[in-house]
């Protein structure tokens, strides 16, 4: 008889967060029950060509008329600039003018090309002096947020920054004055190779992080010390889209809706670079909640394992 994984607690130290890994609670990856399919047709879609070549731009890559990737205000934004108490900007990042392919459908060069993207709306936004905070992220599939499936991402700056970020911030500067190097470098090293690895280059490393907070969560990693998306090189960037590309792609076969995310504060110019995927698999109920202690049931060499499969 095989012997039953048991239930353990992992502490993410930078984050400062408490996972239980109960593995006995789920099986083997399979595929999930889609989710239900948009209503929104191409020919209604507001960000297909036919509707958004009339909004104003603030960005085009690849020109006006035939753009790759293009950038436009949020029509709903959460923060303002007319607004004192919740000031800021919102930006949509569309990814391909095509309405039904996914970024994990796109050629690794038109990832990297939006990674681009990201990096010029950063830098643009981050010249606003009261402007402290950025959020570049994705919302794929109706659990994770979505609510237009045609391909696209968002950029959200603030003058306010989530103390939770200042809190991370904090604790992985105590941690390199204390060891005397980043320890975002440090994860790089001790993961290439381990259980929870997926894959890496001379450029950027993947793997699953030990504390993972989600199903099959997946971290990015540039492996130079940079703070910034607008700092990536080109042939980070493409390294960068080849493997989320991979960790996407493999999502999508079995239906897991997905967020992904960076964080940018602005005036600090020592965080390490890295993507965060967040599968939506599971939702969070009352043990969650009322404890903040968060079940995982898929173990991350278990996820490692997932991606690294052919």
């Known amino acids: 008889m095989a012997k039953k994984s048991r239930a353990e607690i992992r502490e993410n130290y930078i984050h ?9 609670r789920s099986k083997r990856p399979h ?48 923060v303002s600039k007319s607004n004192p108490d919740v000031y800021g900007e919102q930006d949509v990042i569309i990814e391909t003018p095509e309405h039904d392919v996914e970024l994990a459908e796109l050629s690794v060069k038109h990832i990297a090309s939006v990674l681009k993207v990201y990096g010029q709306r950063v830098k643009d936004l981050s010249k606003d002096k009261k402007i402290n905070y950025i959020l570049v992220f994705k919302n794929n599939g109706g659990t994770a947020g979505a609510s237009i499936d045609h391909a696209h991402s968002q950029i959200f700056a603030s003058e306010f920054i989530p103390p939770h970020v200042l809190e991370k911030l904090k604790r992985a500067e105590e941690y390199e004055i204390r060891r005397g190097e980043c320890y975002y470098c440090r994860l790089i090293n001790k993961e290439l190779h381990g259980p929870r690895w997926i894959g890496h280059d001379s450029n950027v490393a993947a793997f699953t992080p030990y504390a993972s907070r989600y199903n099959y969560e997946a971290w990015l990693l540039t492996r130079r010390h940079i703070d910034n998306v607008s700092d990536l090189n080109e042939k980070e960037r493409l390294s960068m889209a080849k493997y989320l590309k991979k960790i996407i792609a493999k999502l999508n076969n079995i239906n897991l809706p997905y967020n992904l995310y960076l964080h940018q504060v602005v005036h600090y110019k020592d965080e390490h670079l890295y993507f965060r ?34």
């Open 16 to 24: 400062n967060r408490i996972v239980i890994i109960a593995p006995g």
């Open 31 to 78: 595929v999930f029950k889609s989710p239900a399919p948009s209503q929104i047709h191409k020919k209604e879609c507001p960000f297909c060509p036919e509707k958004i070549n009339s909004a104003k731009a603030e960005y085009n890559l690849g020109g006006a008329k035939n753009w790759k990737v293009k950038v436009v205000k949020n029509k709903f934004p959460i």
């Open 277 to 310: 995927i967040c599968p939506r698999r599971a939702t969070w109920a009352g043990l969650e909640l009322g404890s903040r202690l968060i079940v995982n049931s898929v173990a991350p060499e278990e996820a490692a394992k997932f991606y690294r499969e052919k």
